[in-house]
């Protein structure tokens, strides 16, 4: 079936410092992947999204590469502030599907300290 | 200002209570979903509808319940027979059609039994 991993945190990091969270998938053909943010209290945010291989998607400094040979979408952003602390959540949609129903990973959460 | 809104943000139940939380959305979207988050384990998909009038059970639909008589409504009631409801709901709404759209979360309603 169709699943995703992400790495577990908490990741700490201090600011400007580079931020890598990985994310790996299982899926048939070729999924969407998407990367998702939530503030504290708040519901989730697009961050950014790629929906073919070798796609990259980008937002607010942050990076991610759809690579199909590795099944991975990892999230990167050079130098992080305090303000990008929140729990960061990977997600597909399936290839063909008829809906737009999302798999999520158990999100990664990211405290920035100044 | 175009966007989805669920009430309350805080809702406190009592043993055997049924509860409804309220997801209203004003993006001439076809699709709703509820998602059901707790610490550690993601997002996990409760219902979700394609089309007033019809929609279909994810992976935890068990003690839980939902209408759409209007596109913009898809009211969730969490029954009694939920024996662990203590947790964050997400309302989501998206375009029906797959073809890698985005999804557009609320600011969720934190649930607690009391």
């Known amino acids: 079936g169709n699943s995703v991993t992400q790495m577990e945190g908490p990741v700490t990091l201090s600011e400007e410092a580079f931020l890598t969270i990985n994310c790996t998938y299982t899926?048939?053909?070729?999924?969407?992947l998407f990367w998702y943010v939530q503030y504290p209290g708040e519901g989730l945010q697009l961050l950014l999204k790629a929906t073919k291989a070798d796609d990259k998607g980008s937002n607010k400094g942050f990076e991610a590469t759809y690579r199909k040979e590795t099944t991975s979408f990892h999230l990167e952003k050079g130098s992080v502030q305090v303000s990008d602390s929140a729990v960061y959540f990977c997600?597909?949609?399936?290839?063909?599907?008829?809906?737009?129903?999302?798999?999520f990973g158990t999100g990664t959460l990211l405290a920035v300290q100044p | 200002d175009g966007g989805i809104t669920q009430s309350p943000k805080y809702l406190f139940r009592k043993e055997g209570q049924n509860v409804t939380l309220s997801c209203e959305q004003n993006l001439n979207h076809d699709a709703m979903y509820w998602y059901r988050q707790d610490p550690g384990q993601g997002l996990r998909l409760i219902y979700y509808?394609?089309?007033?009038?019809?929609?279909q059970k994810g992976d935890i639909a068990e003690g839980y319940s939902v209408s759409r008589e209007k596109k913009e409504s898809f009211p969730l009631t969490v029954t009694s027979a939920q024996k662990n409801p203590t947790a964050f709901y997400l309302c989501?709404?998206?375009?029906?059609?797959?073809?890698?759209?985005?999804?557009?979360f609320g600011q969720g309603t934190r649930l607690t039994v009391v």
């Open positions: 989501a709404s998206s375009p029906a059609r797959t073809g890698n759209t985005e999804a557009f």
């Open positions: 899926a048939t053909g070729y999924p969407s």
């Open positions: 997600a597909l949609e399936p290839y063909g599907g008829a809906t737009n129903k999302l798999i």
């Open positions: 509808s394609q089309i007033v009038n019809d929609f």
